[in-house]
């Protein structure tokens, strides 16, 4: 019965491809380095902080070449730690980036208090790489959640102490800057590597996980690394070796961060006031940044109930989030037009309908698989029309998202969206394929085989009406 459905399910999708085929065109300009922070890891400022599920700047340049985006405003109602912010604010656009979680706001902020501070900043770095005060006095206790407990040793766990503490000796944009610089190590001295859905644990912890021992390697000491990361915020900061990254010769537009939800902010922003929307959601992948980036969270002082708060605030893209309860967020016209669209999307009723069944059945490795998905396109329905109406007639909304396969059901989440978008005020010009796309988890392939899912941009053009 269960590949029935699948079958089912397969002709459903290979008839909602063809619907689009004059719209899905393989672009080879986007490998995997480009639609990735790949691109970004030697670039002054941006190499600064790892953040894989960033997209490059190279991307975003070639988008707004593409798209011919020259002039007025541009919003990412997921900011990440501002790629797009940021590349567009250099080519002279104005920005508005909407950012949840206490990490990317950091990045984000930090880079803009460095503006015209770059010289006070290189004399304060300078000065703590030839006298290193933090191996000097007493310590300020690390607050660690219960998921980081035990992800340093203790010559780490009192190094990143008395490094704390030593930048409250310092004035308040240097002891920000200097704070950043250990957030950006972290995961680098710790027992600890990010890997998607959770924190993985080296074996020399006392959290090992799982039947086979995880050796991460080398774990570099808290000097090596922190001197390190200060001479390469050094380097970048020096005129000659930032790529005019804050440069005051060329015009730039304005920098607007909105902390929170974009779910509670977007209905506050004005109707038809941007030129453009480039963004990449939080995948259908149940990718937990909440743990992913513990360590930095709890280094920015996050506690238990905040962890809690952020990971149910997020987009549904982990199996742990509920329902939200947002319908007084938006006007009953905008909530209806937007239940319609996704309860008429037939492809994306079938989809639920079947990992429903899975749930009940027990064939889902999480039961709250079958719920995430449901809200997962639920709440991006709201997120797409609202983003309809922010822009102004003509203009663009680029997404990088991935396809994503549950049950053995591949979920074309690039289709189902772009559907979605058309019946909320969108034309689809082009849903950009790279020519390599994502295989499938192991557990999966063993199950079901070998499946590859694409990943895509996709091209909306407001329509004109």
Avoid at 37 to 50: E, G
Avoid at 244 to 262: P, T, Y
Avoid at 280 to 292: E, G, I, L, Q, W
């Amino acid at each position: 019965m269960t590949q029935s459905i699948l079958d089912n399910l397969e002709a459903a999708n290979t008839y909602l491809e063809e619907r689009f085929a004059d719209k899905l065109h393989i672009n080879p300009i986007l490998n995997r380095q480009l639609v990735s922070f790949q691109a970004n890891k030697t670039l002054p400022v941006y190499r600064w902080f790892k953040y894989k599920e960033a997209f490059s700047e190279a991307l975003v340049h070639y988008i707004l070449d593409e798209l011919g985006i020259e002039h007025g405003k541009i919003l990412d109602p997921f900011a990440g730690t501002g790629t797009a912010l940021f590349a567009t604010q250099e080519n002279g656009l104005d920005t508005v980036g909407i950012e949840l979680l206490p990490i990317g706001c950091e990045i984000m902020e930090v880079r803009q208090l460095i503006r015209g501070n770059e010289a006070m900043l290189g004399d304060v770095i300078h000065r703590w790489l030839e006298e290193r005060p933090w191996q000097k006095g007493i310590g300020q206790e690390f607050q660690h959640l219960k998921i980081t407990k035990g992800a340093f040793s203790e010559e780490t766990q009192t190094a990143i102490e008395r490094y704390l503490a030593a930048t409250k000796q310092e004035n308040t944009i240097a002891s920000r800057f200097l704070r950043f610089a250990a957030l950006c190590i972290l995961e680098d001295v710790s027992y600890t590597r990010k890997d998607g859905q959770y924190l993985r644990w080296d074996y020399r912890s006392d959290r090992q996980q799982g039947a086979k021992p995880f050796n991460k390697g080398k774990i570099a000491s808290f000097d090596d690394a922190i001197m390190q990361k200060l001479a390469e915020l050094y380097a970048d900061l020096q005129p000659h070796a930032t790529l005019n990254l804050f440069s005051h010769s060329k015009k730039r537009g304005s920098f607007e961060l909105l902390r929170g939800s974009c779910l509670e902010l977007l209905p506050t922003l004005k109707t038809a006031s941007f030129d453009g929307i480039i963004t990449s959601p939080p995948y259908a992948n149940r990718y937990d940044y909440t743990r992913t980036y513990a360590l930095e969270l709890a280094l920015l002082g996050v506690d238990e109930t905040g962890i809690r708060e952020f990971r149910q605030a997020m987009i549904s893209c982990t199996v742990e989030n509920r329902e939200k309860n947002i319908q007084s967020l938006f006007p009953a016209s905008i909530y209806q037009n937007a239940r319609s669209a996704f309860e008429g999307q037939n492809e994306l009723q079938a989809i639920l309908e079947y990992l429903e069944w899975q749930r009940i059945t027990k064939a889902l490795n999480n039961p709250g698989i079958s719920r995430m998905i449901r809200n997962y396109f639920w709440e991006m329905t709201l997120v797409i029309i609202e983003c309809a109406r922010l822009l102004k007639p003509g203009a663009s909304l680029v997404m990088v998202n991935d396809n994503v396969r549950y049950g053995g059901a591949v979920i074309p989440v690039d289709l189902i969206l772009s559907d979605i978008a058309q019946n909320v005020g969108f034309e689809v010009k082009n849903i950009w394929v790279l020519p390599t796309g994502k295989g499938n988890s192991s557990q999966q392939m063993g199950v079901h085989g070998r499946s590859e899912a694409r990943k895509c941009i996709y091209i909306w053009e407001r329509k004109i009406t």
